[in-house]
């Protein structure tokens, strides 16, 4: 089944209509990356207002054909807002609706189950504090234990204890989760964990002793952010250069 020909533009407020063209663009870039699991994973934006509404995939679609007009919107209990042809994975809705009750400074979320992301969620030590990505990662991390599929509902309290305050999580032996106040800012914190996890893989691939970074220079990774974003988040500054890129190789998102 191909995505909707009519557009919901007209349907939705131009705020939301933004935040679709936005996660859009974010599925195909996850597809662009190669971090998509065929039509498994979610990633999701929380539309402003009380309601706690939130877009996700409709499931069934490859991350490289979704629209803004495609994307789901849904109510706290999972029921559809809009006519759709597609149904909500309820493990994706149970991880996703758990975080925006939570987190009122969350506007995206994004979960992935890529092969080095797996891979850290599966060792004992977790994400190891051996290069610049994982030292930037490190500075806003937690890890949830896994507890089988994410379709019971019991699950959610524990997902937003082990998130707590932080960024990103390792749901362990099951793949990685990061959040943003924008989705530019979920999805970059998404890379840069994501790229921690494939540094760690290739290094432990070497065979030799890895060289850990000193807990001092761990402990100014904050403030060295903030120096060279210069005033922005990271997600603003790559935001722009990634939808120009993804114009270039896969447009139509924003449809």
Not at 134 to 152: C, F, N, P, T
Request: glycine share 8%.
């Amino acid at each position: 089944m191909n995505a909707p020909e009519k557009s919901v533009r007209s349907q939705v407020s131009a705020e939301e209509w933004q935040l679709r063209c936005d996660l859009a663009a974010c599925y195909r870039l996850v597809a662009m990356f190669g971090w998509d699991d065929l039509v498994f994973t979610h990633l999701s934006a929380r539309i402003p207002g009380p309601e706690h509404h939130f877009l996700i995939n409709p499931y069934g679609m490859m991350f490289e054909e979704i629209t803004a007009s495609s994307l789901v919107k849904v109510d706290m209990d999972c029921n559809p807002l809009l006519p759709t042809a597609y149904p909500v994975n309820p493990a994706g809705f149970v991880i996703h609706s758990a975080i925006h009750m939570a987190r009122e400074d969350v506007v995206c979320v994004m979960h992935t189950h890529t092969p080095a992301g797996v891979a850290v969620s599966a060792q004992r030590d977790g994400l190891l504090p051996i290069s610049q990505q994982a030292s930037v990662a490190l500075a806003s991390l937690g890890y949830h234990d896994y507890e089988g599929i994410a379709v019971r509902d019991d699950e959610k309290a524990r997902l937003q204890r082990d998130l707590g305050n932080a960024s990103a999580m390792i749901l362990r032996n099951h793949g990685l989760l990061t959040v943003g106040s924008t989705v530019a800012e979920a999805f970059l914190v998404m890379y840069t964990l994501e790229r921690a996890c494939q540094v760690q893989v290739l290094a432990q691939a070497g065979g030799t002793p890895l060289i850990d970074v000193e807990p001092q220079v761990l402990a100014g990774v904050r403030d060295a952010v903030r120096i060279v974003s210069a005033g922005r988040t990271g997600g603003e500054i790559a935001w722009p250069a990634l939808l120009r890129k993804l114009d270039r190789v896969n447009p139509g998102y924003a449809a």
